[in-house]
């Protein structure tokens, strides 16, 4: 990355046509970061204080939880420190880092998926083995694997961000840095980067779908030869929130990264859904649902002394 570059600081402009709207956007998103924070916080807690809930499944669902607290935590700290009326301006390092971190825990949790969607594959065609193929050893692997790869990928886009120089505007037309904005204030040309940086960012994820597509299509086969209609039921409703929430994940994604027009309100609003509502809804569609956790978690809050009624009736509902 070049350190002779003449801006040493952005100005991040928000979410366009948001004038005069800054204090109820505040409350808002706010209110979805602290839910965000509150819901994955309770899960990561029922899964690890009981040990029934020690399985590769819930293993898993602890990484996406952990992915789920820090991936808003990149940009919404920053979002919310400027709409209560604070500066706008963000460090170059600070955009770097942005950048970073906003890729290697979206490329982690794309990843993530893939490795659940493989989960459930072994569990539904191969029960006999599953214990012997998911082993802990392979559960860590395919976890620190997942991260590594995120980190690999995170590393080439934010390298190829920044190795251009940023001599000149330094108003950022977004409400935190990201790949397309950030190359529109480069002082080079950058067509052969955006190109370069489309395939990757679009490659992945792609790879990822198909791999998960792969897994659910054997799935499917499999749960159709269930003879009883409980078992098939019971297999799919297994699935049933992993497939909503890669739909919550990817649907952002390509709506971003792979339209060839770009609307900065549309890719702002769709990003808001990527960044804050997705994080807080899966704990909804993953756990709190699950009988298992909800009674994990109420076990656990009671050994901590805490019994908030309210709390505990709105978790059973």
Same mark, same amino acid.
């Given at each position: 990355m070049r350190n002779a570059s003449r801006v040493t600081e952005f100005i991040l402009l928000g979410i366009p046509h948001t004038e005069d709207l800054e204090t109820m956007l505040f409350v808002l998103f706010l209110s979805f970061y602290i839910f965000t924070l509150i819901g994955n916080l309770l899960i990561l807690l029922a899964i690890v204080s009981s040990t029934r809930l020690h399985t590769p499944m819930y293993f898993f669902l602890c990484e996406l939880s952990m992915c789920d607290i820090f991936f808003p935590s990149v940009s919404s700290p920053k979002m919310l420190f400027y709409l209560s009326g604070k500066s706008r301006a963000i460090s170059y390092a600070g955009c770097v880092s942005q950048l970073f971190f906003y890729h290697f825990l979206g490329c982690t949790e794309c990843f993530l998926y893939t490795? &659940? /969607? =493989?989960? $459930?594959?072994? /569990?539904? @065609? =191969?029960? !006999? $083995? =599953? #214990? %012997? %193929? &998911?082993?802990? $050893? /392979? @559960? #860590? !692997? !395919? /976890?620190?694997?997942t991260s590594f790869f995120g980190c690999i990928q995170a590393t080439f886009l934010t390298a190829l961000t920044f190795q251009l120089p940023y001599c000149g505007p330094n108003e950022v037309d977004y409400y935190f840095c990201d790949i397309p904005v950030m190359l529109k204030l480069a002082c080079a040309d950058t067509s052969s980067l955006e190109m370069v940086g489309f395939i990757s960012v679009g490659l992945m994820p792609l790879s990822c779908f198909l791999l998960i597509l792969t897994s659910y299509s054997r799935i499917v086969y499999s749960i159709l030869q269930i003879r009883s209609a409980e078992g098939r039921q019971r297999a799919f409703s297994t699935c049933s929130a992993h497939l909503t929430a890669i739909l919550l994940f990817y649907m952002p994604v390509v709506l971003i990264y792979l339209r060839p027009t770009p609307n900065p309100w549309m890719d702002a609003t769709v990003q808001i859904l990527n960044n804050l509502v997705t994080p807080m809804l899966n704990p909804l569609i993953y756990s709190l649902r699950n009988k298992e956790v909800k009674s994990s978690l109420k076990k656990a809050l009671r050994q901590l002394g805490f019994h908030p009624k309210q709390l505990q009736r709105e978790i059973s509902n």
């Amino acid at each position: 990355m070049r350190n002779a570059s003449r801006v040493t600081e952005f100005i991040l402009l928000g979410i366009p046509h948001t004038e005069d709207l800054e204090t109820m956007l505040f409350v808002l998103f706010l209110s979805f970061y602290i839910f965000t924070l509150i819901g994955n916080l309770l899960i990561l807690l029922a899964i690890v204080s009981s040990t029934r809930l020690h399985t590769p499944m819930y293993f898993f669902l602890c990484e996406l939880s952990m992915c789920d607290i820090f991936f808003p935590s990149v940009s919404s700290p920053k979002m919310l420190f400027y709409l209560s009326g604070k500066s706008r301006a963000i460090s170059y390092a600070g955009c770097v880092s942005q950048l970073f971190f906003y890729h290697f825990l979206g490329c982690t949790e794309c990843f993530l998926y893939t490795v &659940m /969607a =493989y989960d $459930r594959f072994v /569990a539904i @065609c =191969y029960p !006999l $083995r =599953y #214990t %012997i %193929i &998911m082993s802990h $050893r /392979a @559960c #860590t !692997l !395919l /976890a620190m694997g997942t991260s590594f790869f995120g980190c690999i990928q995170a590393t080439f886009l934010t390298a190829l961000t920044f190795q251009l120089p940023y001599c000149g505007p330094n108003e950022v037309d977004y409400y935190f840095c990201d790949i397309p904005v950030m190359l529109k204030l480069a002082c080079a040309d950058t067509s052969s980067l955006e190109m370069v940086g489309f395939i990757s960012v679009g490659l992945m994820p792609l790879s990822c779908f198909l791999l998960i597509l792969t897994s659910y299509s054997r799935i499917v086969y499999s749960i159709l030869q269930i003879r009883s209609a409980e078992g098939r039921q019971r297999a799919f409703s297994t699935c049933s929130a992993h497939l909503t929430a890669i739909l919550l994940f990817y649907m952002p994604v390509v709506l971003i990264y792979l339209r060839p027009t770009p609307n900065p309100w549309m890719d702002a609003t769709v990003q808001i859904l990527n960044n804050l509502v997705t994080p807080m809804l899966n704990p909804l569609i993953y756990s709190l649902r699950n009988k298992e956790v909800k009674s994990s978690l109420k076990k656990a809050l009671r050994q901590l002394g805490f019994h908030p009624k309210q709390l505990q009736r709105e978790i059973s509902n």
